[in-house]
């Protein structure tokens, strides 16, 4: 599916793991993700891995003063000590859109019952769309084909487009 803005819409995909940014093993699920969102005619940087913690509130900071309009973190949503993607994202969004993560969940539980874990959150922040998803692939790779229908009417919207209202494609 491409999405219909004016221009292209960039993007950004944050995965956070601890063990990925240490080296202890490979990132598969960001390069899935952007592969998805590649082929639905975003513009992408490379894939970022940051280990959780604070420093995730920065990265996205970052990403939205680089102006993306859409910004994807994979992983750190669970229940586990560590993970604190929502708590970071939580600090830099503007205003929550919890419709989108409530949806997510609402979708992927049916199939994997333990998707109702994931504490991922999404927002707006200045003109960025945040989403948080989890950090397996395959739970990530769901989340954004989920997302993929309604991506161009919400960018639109912040954008002040007309909106593009999804479709059946």
């Not at 004016?6 to 952007?34: E, F, L, M, N, Q």
Request: hydrophobic fraction near 45%.
């Amino acid at each position: 599916m491409t999405i219909p803005l004016t221009d292209i819409p960039r993007a950004r995909v944050i995965t956070i793991s601890t063990r990925a940014a240490a080296g202890i093993y490979v990132d598969t699920a960001g390069p899935a993700v952007a592969e998805i969102l590649l082929a639905s005619g975003f513009a992408l940087d490379e894939v970022l891995v940051v280990p959780d913690g604070e420093l995730i509130a920065g990265v996205l900071a970052d990403a939205v003063a680089d102006r993306r309009d859409l910004i994807l973190t994979v992983g750190g949503t669970g229940i586990a000590p560590s993970d604190c993607t929502p708590e970071q994202t939580k600090k830099v969004i503007d205003r929550e859109v919890p419709g989108i993560a409530e949806y997510v969940r609402a979708q992927s539980w049916v199939s994997v019952p333990s998707a109702v874990l994931s504490r991922g959150v999404s927002g707006v922040s200045g003109s960025s769309l945040i989403v948080n998803v989890p950090g397996s692939k395959n739970a990530a790779v769901e989340s954004v084909t989920l997302l993929l229908p309604i991506l161009g009417h919400a960018l639109s919207q912040l954008r002040s487009e007309d909106h593009v209202r999804p479709t059946d494609d």
